[in-house]
């Protein structure tokens, strides 16, 4: 019985030490969100823009792509702004509902979306000439509008069972990395097979299982991209993780909540750079729409 008491206690200690933000934290955290939001929705209405005018990516692949540009984009439209009100905001409860349901929404989306982004990578290499009639632009718009509608419903249960809503989302984000993690094994592993059959002597074109000659060197530049976008989720989204653990455990981290949300919606404005980066298309399609609105 000590024993328990003594967790108790220390459970207690830990979870008042995190709930206490020193004074003009908030105010820092508020003006950096909003800052974030400025960014996110700046960077990622050029790449809405951009990938419209971009037509060497499979329209299934934009489209996912989209999808997680349109998710970033409402977190620097709503959810950031929302959070630095909340941060400086006298009602507290209300404030804090609404961006832990906003944010549930659009990070289900993004580790949804992400984690299909990996998957279309993966059958790209594994159906060869049955990809195009597999992934359609039709199935993607339906995978899209069940991840939004599965992204609403646990905002609602977050709403309705704060409890509930946290172990899900736990869940949602376990999925999503794994399903990331085995799709990029799977990619690794298939590539080197092929660079044996290189080495053994099969042209530089060869052909994979379905006898679709394949850009080796592009689709790895394709993958390449993809995976950095997925790194960075991951950087931003293991807090999360670690939150929700605190959290289920009783822990409530006023320091630590607000440092968390930052990270998670850090990774909206970090995805603009990441396509400029690694994707050369976008990057000039971005130029291209900078130079068009300088001059206009």
């Given amino acids: ?56 990516i499979h329209p299934p692949t934009k489209l996912f792509f989209r999808c997680l540009a349109v998710t970033d984009l409402c977190v620097g439209l709503i959810a950031q702004p929302f959070y630095a009100t909340f941060l400086l905001s006298r009602i507290r409860e209300v404030s804090e509902n609404v961006v832990n349901v906003v944010s549930f929404i659009l990070g289900a989306v993004s580790l949804f979306t992400s984690a299909a982004i990996s998957v279309d990578r993966l059958l790209a290499l594994l159906l060869g000439l049955r990809y195009r009639h597999v992934v359609t632009l039709k199935r993607a718009r339906l995978v899209i509008i069940c991840f939004w509608l599965i992204g609403a419903s646990l905002g609602l249960i977050r709403w309705w069972r704060a409890d509930i809503g946290y172990v899900l989302a736990f869940i949602v984000l376990a999925l999503s990395l794994l399903t990331s993690i085995f799709c990029y094994t799977r990619i690794h592993l298939k590539l080197r097979h092929q660079q044996v059959q290189v080495q053994n002597h099969f042209p530089q074109g060869e052909e994979n299982g379905d006898g679709m000659p394949l850009n080796i060197a592009r689709y790895k530049k394709t993958v390449s991209s993809v995976l950095w976008v997925q790194l960075a989720l991951v950087a931003c989204y293991v807090p999360v993780g670690i939150f929700i653990v605190l959290r289920l455990n009783g822990i409530r981290g006023g320091v630590y909540f607000m440092v968390k949300n930052t990270l998670l919606f850090l990774n909206s404005s970090l995805n603009p750079i990441l396509y400029c980066w690694k994707i050369r298309e976008v990057k000039q399609a971005v130029k291209d729409t900078i130079r068009r609105l300088y001059c206009f």
């Fill in 1 to 56: 019985m000590a024993n328990i008491n003594g967790d108790g206690k220390f459970t207690s200690k830990l979870s008042r030490a995190l709930s206490l933000p020193p004074a003009g934290v908030m105010e820092f955290f508020s003006a950096l969100n909003i800052s974030l939001s400025i960014t996110a929705f700046l960077g990622n209405g050029l790449i809405l823009i951009s990938l419209h005018k971009v037509s060497s």
